[in-house]
């Protein structure tokens, strides 16, 4: 199941709304992870705009909850506007507030990225002819800092996304085992069957890798535009 609220819109259209969360990541003293705020949001964007559009929406807009403080505004819209610049979405509106009546331990914001998209919702089917991959690495917290280089590029996830009859899902904390799972309306995978060099059940926290399917036909064009981030899924 995708991770993401499809609300018919008109007749053609409707609307899609993905979500993401991050708390005790920032710059407080008792954050467990500590990194600036525009890195916090940009991967909070970056998870609920994977979402919107591997279901083949077009983000509009999108809306910041900030629990970090007034000071920390400037720094959480930079990060949004850093993502959409890396996915080519000029003039997207950002909204949103901030609590600014009590003051949080850890920081913590909530995002939220609105799409429009064709009303027909196609859930793929699997076949043994389809090929699988994975385009990054699961990292989370301060691996993620450590290895961000690892970390699938949203550009990247883009391209993949607009290749014509290719499917994409981002990984997140349940990991890539998980996110197969909810893919394919007519087959489970268990995690005896599937081969990869990266671990199927490590979180990939702010969505640091997704999987693709694809026809056999694909295979070159998928491999050579992910280049060093694909990893080949096979199952036995």
């Known amino acids: 199941m995708r991770d993401v609220l499809h609300i018919p819109f008109n007749q053609e259209e409707s609307i899609v709304i993905a979500n993401d969360n ?17 890195m916090v949001s940009y991967y909070s964007f970056r998870v609920a705009v994977m979402e919107c559009m591997a279901v083949g929406a077009d983000p509009f807009a999108v809306t910041l909850q900030n629990f ?29 507030s901030t609590e600014s009546n009590f003051c949080l331990n850890q920081s913590a914001i909530g995002m939220t990225v609105l799409g429009k998209m064709k009303r027909e919702v196609d859930i793929p089917m699997f076949s043994d002819q389809m090929k699988l991959a994975v385009i990054g690495v699961p990292l989370v917290g301060n691996e993620l800092v450590e290895r961000e280089i690892e970390a ?3 550009s990247l996830f883009k391209q993949i996304c607009d290749l014509p009859d290719v499917v994409t899902i981002p990984v997140g904390s349940k990991g890539i085992l998980s996110e197969l799972n909810g893919l394919f309306s007519n087959k489970q995978f268990s995690a005896s069957e599937i081969h990869t060099s990266v671990d199927l059940l490590k979180s990939s926290g702010p969505s640091t890798c ?27």
Do not use: Q, T
């Open 22 to 38: 991050s708390g005790a990541i920032g710059m407080k003293m008792d954050d467990a992870v500590k990194v600036p705020y525009e």
């Open 68 to 96: 970090c403080g007034d000071e920390a505004w400037r720094a959480l819209v930079d990060g949004i506007k850093k993502g959409l610049a890396e996915l080519e979405l000029d003039g997207v509106p950002i909204n949103g």
């Open 152 to 154: 699938a590029p949203l």
């Open 210 to 236: 997704f999987i693709v399917a694809f026809s056999e036909g694909k295979m070159a064009e998928v491999m050579s535009l992910a280049g060093r981030y694909f990893y080949e899924i096979r199952v036995r």
